[in-house]
C-alpha cells in the first residue's frame, strides 16, 4: 500500500469547534503532493461571531467570508477532495472535531474519517525543543511558510509525515504508526439517540 493520505487544517472564527471559516487541503499519493486546495468559509449560523484573538491568529475577518459558501455548501466539495483518505493533522483531534461539529450543528452526517496526528508523528521522529508545526516542519525540510495559512498548515503537516516515512522506511500511513508506536485514529460510534417514550 502507498503512502496515501490527506492532510487538512482548519481556521476557526472563535472558540466553538463548529467555527470553521477557512480549510486547506492536501493530497498525498505515493509519497508526494499531488492536489491541493484551501477555500474561506462562513462558518454555521450561532458559531459564526469572529473572537479578536482568532482574527489576531489567522487574519480572516468577518468581512472576507460574506461571499464565501457556507458549511453546508462546501461541504461535498471538502469530502469529496478527502474521499476515504486518512486524515492528517497537527494536532488532529482539533481538526477532526472541527469536521465533526460543524456537520453536527448543520445536520450533516460527517464521514467516517480516520486520521493520524503529525504532532505525535513529529515527537516519535525528531528531537527539538518545541514540537509547534513551524518547528516540526522546518525539521522535515519545510521552513519559511505562512504559518495559520491554512493551506500551509495542511502542506506543512503533509511534509512532516512524508519525511518521517521516510526516515522510518515505512510504505504507507499504517507501518508508519506502527513503527512509530502510534495509532491510526478511528472514527467514534456514531451516538446512539435516546428513544423518547
Not at 33 to 54: K, R
Request: hydrophobic letters at 50%.
Amino acid at each position: 500500500m502507498p503512502l496515501d493520505f490527506t492532510a487538512i487544517d482548519f481556521e476557526t472564527a472563535n472558540s466553538s469547534p463548529a467555527s470553521a471559516c477557512s480549510v486547506g487541503l492536501v493530497r498525498v499519493r505515493d509519497g508526494r503532493v499531488v492536489a491541493t486546495a484551501s477555500w474561506l468559509i462562513q462558518p454555521p449560523a450561532g458559531h459564526d461571531e469572529f473572537q479578536e484573538w482568532n482574527v489576531r491568529i489567522h487574519g480572516i475577518r468577518p468581512e472576507d467570508v460574506l461571499g464565501a459558501d457556507s458549511w453546508v455548501a462546501q461541504f461535498d466539495r471538502l469530502c469529496g477532495f478527502a474521499g476515504a483518505d486518512v486524515l492528517v493533522a497537527h494536532n488532529a483531534g482539533f481538526d477532526v472535531n472541527v469536521l465533526r461539529r460543524a456537520s453536527e450543528v448543520t445536520d450533516l452526517v460527517c464521514p467516517p474519517y480516520r486520521s493520524l496526528c503529525s504532532l505525535q508523528v513529529a515527537r516519535k521522529t525528531y528531537d527539538l525543543d518545541s514540537y509547534r508545526l513551524p518547528k516540526a516542519a522546518a525539521a522535515a525540510g519545510f521552513a519559511e511558510f505562512s504559518h495559520h495559512d491554512a493551506l500551509a498548515d495542511a502542506r506543512a503537516c503533509a511534509q512532516i509525515v512524508i519525511d518521517a516515512a521516510r526516515l522510518a522506511g515505512a510504505a504507507d500511513v499504517f507501518s508508519l504508526a506502527q513503527a512509530l508506536g502510534l495509532q491510526i485514529k478511528e472514527p467514534a460510534p456514531a451516538l446512539l439517540e435516546r428513544a423518547v417514550a
